[in-house]
Nanobody, 128 residues
Framework: QLVESGGGLVRTGGSLRLSCAVS?????????????WGWFRQGPGTEREFVAA??????YTGDSVKGRFTMSRDNVDNTVYLQMNSLKPEDTATYYC????????????????????WGQGTQVTVSS
């Protein structure tokens, strides 16, 4: 189970940190620290798009948020984070946490279809 939190209303230029609490190891069928985690977002009337992903030793950030957003993970607390700085109105969206297991981190890391596990999402609204 993936449960996101930390969303809210913030002004342009502000910051938020999203959290994704991961539980139920047996449901994933493998050690959680072996899994890849990603953040996606979906704005009004748009497709769900890739934001960032993190593996055991790698991380990748989408071009639209590069330099502003940073993803991290805590394998002890089984929590994944997305630190969002310098927020813009176009960052307004519902943000989703997702998990997958992959032998190659880079293969399909930005594809929604490669993630089998999803949270319910948390809303982020950036006012101008």
């Amino acid at each position: 189970q993936l449960v996101e939190s930390g969303g809210g209303l913030v002004r342009t230029g502000g910051s938020l940190r999203l959290s994704c609490a991961v539980s139920g190891r047996s449901a994933f069928g493998r050690s959680l620290d072996k899994m890849n985690w990603g953040w996606f977002r979906q704005g009004p009337g748009t497709e769900r798009e890739f934001v960032a992903a993190i593996g055991e030793n790698e991380a990748y950030t989408g071009d639209s948020v590069k330099g502003r957003f940073t993803m991290s993970r805590d394998n002890v607390d089984n929590t994944v984070y997305l630190q969002m700085n310098s927020l813009k109105p176009e960052d307004t969206a519902t943000y989703y946490c997702a998990g997958r297991f992959a032998t190659s981190f880079s293969t399909g890391v930005t594809w929604r279809s490669s993630y089998a596990h999803w949270g319910q999402g948390t809303q982020v609204t950036v006012s101008s």
